[in-house]
């Protein structure tokens, strides 16, 4: 093969010569001079490893190792997180102190007593356990406001709300021994409930006066006493037709009734 491709060279030069006048010509025209050149230069490329080095070096493409494309992975949308329902905010107002009244289990103010009344055998002061202390009830009064015109010696009242008037029962509290003693119904546990004429049963309404009964928690001097209340509200509609008073005291354990009049 290298021996055409030098016959094919030789034939160029020779070519090219005779177009000078050296050589007899060969009556190649110019297209075919060139045809045969290229031709030769293509032989060359392809036998001659390094031919390459020949060859016009901006035209030699750069290899480009081309790497496999990497599998794209199809994106899942993760879920969203939950968002939290907006709650809305409920304002909560401090309870006025006209709204700070016991209730029973059942949330109820009143409810209507059925059963019989049943009196208890035993003193306030035994089922209170106030040793050396009488307790001793003393009037009602049914008013709108309590105190009702409080002097410097008092520096709050309370009101009865609409339609209800309160019933303000009151008890004095007497040392009846030779020493000073202390007297915490405070800390007793109990609660209070009123029977209008044996029937209609209510819970104390919970007060912050200086001398109410079921908050009461001191030392009575020898031969002192304390006056206390107990207040209670009642529906107007009652206040006309009330013939009898009871109080019934309670705990977890159980209640005793007290006949007032």
């Not at 491709?5 to 070519?15: E, Q, S």
């Not at 493409?61 to 409920?90: F, H, K, L, N, Y």
């Not at 059963?115 to 709108?144: Q, R």
Request: aromatic share 6%; net charge negative.
């Amino acid at each position: 093969m290298l021996r055409i491709i030098a016959v094919l060279m030789t034939t160029v030069l020779l070519g090219s010569l005779c177009g000078c006048g050296l050589f007899a010509s060969l009556d190649l025209t110019e297209e075919q001079s060139g045809l045969i050149a290229e031709y030769a230069a293509g032989l060359l490329k392809k036998y001659d490893k390094n031919a390459i080095r020949l060859m016009n070096p901006d035209a030699i493409p750069t290899p480009v190792d081309e790497e496999p494309e990497a599998p794209v992975e199809e994106q899942v949308p993760e879920e969203a997180e939950p968002v939290p329902e907006e709650t809305e905010a409920v304002e909560t107002e401090a309870p006025s102190f006209e709204d700070m009244r016991t209730e029973d289990a059942t949330g109820e103010e009143e409810e209507e007593s059925v059963a019989e009344v049943e009196y208890s055998i035993m003193t306030i002061s035994d089922y209170l356990d106030l040793d050396g202390v009488d307790v001793n009830y003393k009037d009602y009064e049914i008013c709108d406001t309590y105190p009702d015109q409080p002097d410097d010696s008092w520096l709050i009242s309370m009101s009865a709300r609409e339609g209800k008037k309160l019933v303000v029962l009151h008890f004095e509290l007497t040392n009846n021994s030779d020493s000073e003693v202390p007297c915490d119904i405070l800390n007793a546990g109990k609660q209070y409930r009123l029977i209008v004429n044996r029937e209609k049963r209510i819970n104390e309404t919970v007060t912050v006066l200086m001398d109410s009964f079921s908050q009461f928690s001191g030392n009575i001097p020898v031969g002192g006493s304390e006056q206390t209340v107990l207040i209670f509200e009642l529906d107007e509609e009652y206040v006309d037709s009330v013939s009898s008073l009871d109080l019934m005291i309670k705990d977890s354990e159980g209640s005793e009734t007290f006949m007032l009049f």
